[in-house]
């Protein structure tokens, strides 16, 4: 699965227009909350936490037009607890970004 970090910046120019420092800060926020989401899903404790993870990441991944993350999430909320391959597979596409 391919990942368009340019996806993310157009996004952000076009709610904020040709601000690079402002869309430098946001794009940065994004990232941390993405990999807080991650680390939500990895330390999930239960079916329940796990799906409020995904839900959370892929409601973020939308706010910021990263559509294929978006996807990715919403695979999630129907995957096992804590699925290995499926854990690898949102790093991968985490460190895309």
């Given at each position: 699965m391919?990942y368009?970090p340019g996806?993310?910046?157009?996004?952000?120019?076009?709610?904020?227009?040709?601000?690079?420092?402002l869309?430098?800060?946001?794009r940065?926020?994004?990232?941390?909350?993405?990999?807080?989401?991650?680390a939500?899903?990895?330390?999930?404790?239960?079916?329940?936490?796990?799906r409020?993870?995904?839900?959370?990441?892929?409601?973020?991944?939308?706010?910021f037009g990263?559509?294929?993350?978006?996807?990715?999430a919403?695979e999630?909320?129907?995957t096992?607890?804590?699925?290995?391959?499926?854990?690898?597979?949102v790093?991968?596409?985490?460190?895309?970004l």
């Amino acid at each position: 699965m391919a990942y368009d970090p340019g996806a993310i910046d157009a996004a952000l120019a076009a709610a904020v227009g040709d601000e690079p420092a402002l869309i430098a800060e946001l794009r940065e926020a994004f990232l941390d909350s993405v990999k807080r989401e991650l680390a939500a899903l990895e330390s999930a404790a239960d079916p329940e936490s796990w799906r409020i993870a995904a839900w959370r990441l892929k409601g973020l991944a939308a706010s910021f037009g990263a559509v294929r993350l978006m996807a990715l999430a919403d695979e999630g909320v129907t995957t096992a607890l804590r699925d290995p391959a499926y854990l690898r597979r949102v790093r991968q596409a985490v460190a895309r970004l």
